[in-house]
């Protein structure tokens, strides 16, 4: 019996997916279609199931808001989740919805809660991350403190709650040696193609040589 891989997040893990049940973009355009395209495919006889509930604009408190449904009620064998930039873009626009910092605390009660609920299930948790162009260059110490520091609170919960850590900026401060940002992020924060592909390939990398290998 397959497995259920569950895609959780924000706009870079939701990428246009379909919300309507068509078949050809239920898992948008992005890094989890890559993942889901080459398991599927090297796979095929083990029938696993990929679902990215990925949300435009979501932070980690959003996450929580719809956790029931998105998330527990799907009972998913592995589940990743890619979330942060949007806490760091609401504090760094001075936006109401930013005025107090609940990364770490949301995140945690996330995480114990689907611990306590689904406690067979596999967590892989993925790092923010950012590059100087477009959106983050005009403040960009300030995107990166923020980010950064969100990147130790994901290593350490990885720690704790013995996930599979992901370091996606690591990935794509390498990549920026090769090309320029905006070739990777076109504003600093979305990826573009080949930033998509890249993060699949970490993700992949990451995930099948860990104790949760999908198999």
């Known amino acids: 019996?397959?497995?259920?891989?569950?895609?959780?997040?924000?706009?870079?893990?939701?990428?246009?997916?379909?919300?309507?049940?068509?078949?050809?973009?239920?898992?948008?355009?992005?890094?989890?279609y890559h993942i889901?395209?080459?398991?599927?495919?090297?796979?095929?006889?083990a029938g696993h199931q990929f679902i990215n509930r990925g949300i435009s604009g979501n932070r980690v408190s959003d996450l929580y808001a719809r956790w029931n449904e998105d998330a527990i009620a799907l009972k998913p064998d592995l589940l990743s989740i890619l979330i942060g930039v949007n806490d760091t873009w609401r504090i760094m626009d001075k936006l109401p919805s930013?005025?107090?910092?609940?990364?770490?605390?949301?995140?945690?009660?996330l995480l114990e809660e689907t611990k306590e609920v689904l406690p067979e299930t596999g967590l892989v948790l993925c790092e923010p991350f950012v590059l100087r162009t477009g959106v983050t260059a005009k403040e960009w110490s300030g995107w990166r403190e923020r980010v950064?520091?969100?990147?130790?609170?994901?290593?350490?919960?990885?720690?704790?709650?013995?996930?599979?850590?992901?370091?996606?900026?690591?990935?794509?401060?390498?990549?920026?040696e090769k090309a320029e940002p905006d070739y990777w992020l076109f504003d600093g924060v979305h990826p573009t193609a080949a930033g998509h592909y890249l993060m699949a390939s970490e993700w992949l990398k990451a995930v099948q040589n860990s104790p949760l290998a999908i198999t």
């Open 98 to 109: 930013g005025a107090t910092d609940r990364f770490e605390r949301a995140y945690r009660v």
């Open 1 to 32: 019996m397959g497995k259920v891989i569950l895609f959780q997040g924000d706009s870079i893990t939701d990428c246009g997916r379909s919300r309507d049940g068509y078949a050809g973009q239920l898992l948008g355009q992005g890094y989890a």
């Open 148 to 176: 950064e520091r969100q990147s130790e609170v994901v290593k350490q919960l990885a720690e704790e709650y013995q996930a599979v850590f992901v370091p996606f900026q690591q990935a794509f401060d390498q990549a920026a």
């Open 36 to 45: 889901a395209g080459r398991l599927g495919s090297e796979q095929a006889e």
